[in-house]
């Protein structure tokens, strides 16, 4: 008997501690990490300047409400603005409330209502967030939802200027498409995305939630296209572990959230701040980048060359460390067998395996992932009736 809703399939694994790419279970099993608490430990379990950093916060405030003015919140918002193209940052706690925040901020900036999505797309489980993902199975059950929105195919220009007119208030997109199954966008499509703010104005507004804080090899993930968002959102890794989102918008933006227009109790506390700082500090230098980035290309022609014959594997894809392998076949038996050798990976759709491993980890530690991956997906097609 479980005293918890039973909203998540839960996995077999008690977790008793963690370090690094490590994970260790009640009877001592280790566990190569490459979940990375989905895309939000990047600097691995018990970073010791996180941990420190937050430890020193907690000893002097932890909360004290945004009435009150937090140094940490000048710091954090001046490290995301000075490297994205925002010029300011509303916090609060998870990515479903950074994407609430970026849904008004759209409609009190333009007046407008209207939003194009993607199918496929995930930006949150809160009705706003849930109305922009373009999932059914996301919005089963939950009508009506929040009006407004429209989806498109992802990747499909035509479809996209098909869809666009006077009335669309933004367009709201995730440059690699997390949940759905890794998919990144095309700079063709993000051309045709620029032409038509262009042409009407409209805003822009990337779900950086698992792509951003150095997860593509790069800041923000858009930042491998030639893209100026006017809004940001981010979540996950900003906090290592701690929760913490936040919107970054452009200087056009800020007179539409003045004093009264949206809040958060918790938001930007000196605690989930003092987690942010250490995060940031690390994360955005240029040598840490560059590092992802080498790793992120050894991996994937390791894992390409590994993979050449497995009858199993369509496509490898993917940037830095948010990379899928899409496979013939639904992968969930794949997951349980790499977890019974003591790698964990994620599932994105059903024939995608998702590998998010801190951006931490070392060549050791890829290879060993390379062996155990490479031992499991080089079989037979199992043919499908
Ligand atoms: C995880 C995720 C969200 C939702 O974040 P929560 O913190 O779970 O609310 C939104 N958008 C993207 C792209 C995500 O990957």
């Known amino acids: 008997m479980s005293y918890l809703f039973p909203t998540y399939n839960k996995w077999p694994i008690k977790v008793k501690e963690a370090f690094g790419t490590s994970l260790i279970d ?13 895309a939000v430990c990047n600097l691995g379990h018990c970073h010791p300047y996180v941990n420190e950093m937050m430890i020193n916060q907690l000893n002097k405030v932890s909360h004290v409400s945004n009435l ?6 000048e710091e954090v918002a001046k490290a995301l603005t000075s490297n994205s193209s925002g010029d300011a940052v509303f916090f609060c706690n998870s990515g479903t409330e950074a994407n609430e925040a970026a ?7 333009t007046g407008k209502k209207k939003i194009i999505t993607f199918y496929q797309s995930f930006h949150g489980r809160t009705m706003g967030s849930l109305s922009a993902t373009g999932q059914d199975k996301i919005h089963q059950g939950f009508a009506p939802l929040l009006d407004g929105f429209s989806y498109v195919p992802f990747n ?5 200027n ?13 440059v690699i498409q997390g949940e759905g199954g890794v998919h990144g966008a095309s700079a063709e499509f993000i051309e045709t995305i620029n032409q038509l703010k262009e042409k009407y104005n409209l805003l822009v507004v990337v779900d950086e939630v698992q792509t951003g804080i150095g997860r593509t090899g790069k800041a ?6 030639n893209l100026s968002p006017d809004i940001i959102t981010v979540a996950k890794g900003l906090g290592n572990g701690f929760p913490v989102g936040g919107l970054i918008g452009k200087a056009k933006l800020i007179e539409s959230f003045g004093p ?26 240029d040598s840490f980048l560059k590092d992802v980035e080498e790793k992120s290309n050894y991996f994937i022609s390791k894992l390409t060359e590994v993979l050449k014959d497995s009858e199993v594997v369509k496509e490898i894809r993917g940037k830095g460390f948010i990379l899928g392998i899409e496979c013939n076949q639904d992968v969930s038996s794949f997951i349980v067998a790499l977890r019974d050798k003591g790698l964990l990976v994620l599932n994105a759709g059903p024939n995608v395996l998702r590998l998010l491993p801190p951006l931490t980890v070392t060549y050791e530690e890829l290879d060993l992932a390379i062996s155990l991956i490479s031992n499991t997906l080089n079989v037979k097609l199992v043919e499908s009736k």
């Open 26 to 38: 009640e009877h001592g099993k280790k566990y190569l990490d490459f979940v990375a608490g989905i």
């Open 68 to 73: 009150f003015h937090i140094d940490g919140q």
């Open 103 to 109: 849904i008004k901020l759209v409609r009190k900036a």
């Open 156 to 160: 499909n220009s035509k479809a996209l």
């Open 162 to 174: 098909e869809a666009v007119n006077e009335d669309v208030a933004a367009i709201m997109l995730e």
């Open 220 to 225: 923000f993930g858009y930042q491998h296209y």
């Open 260 to 285: 009264g227009s949206h809040g958060s109790t918790f938001g930007g506390n000196p605690l989930a701040m003092a987690a942010a700082n250490a995060t940031l500090q690390t994360i955005f230098q």
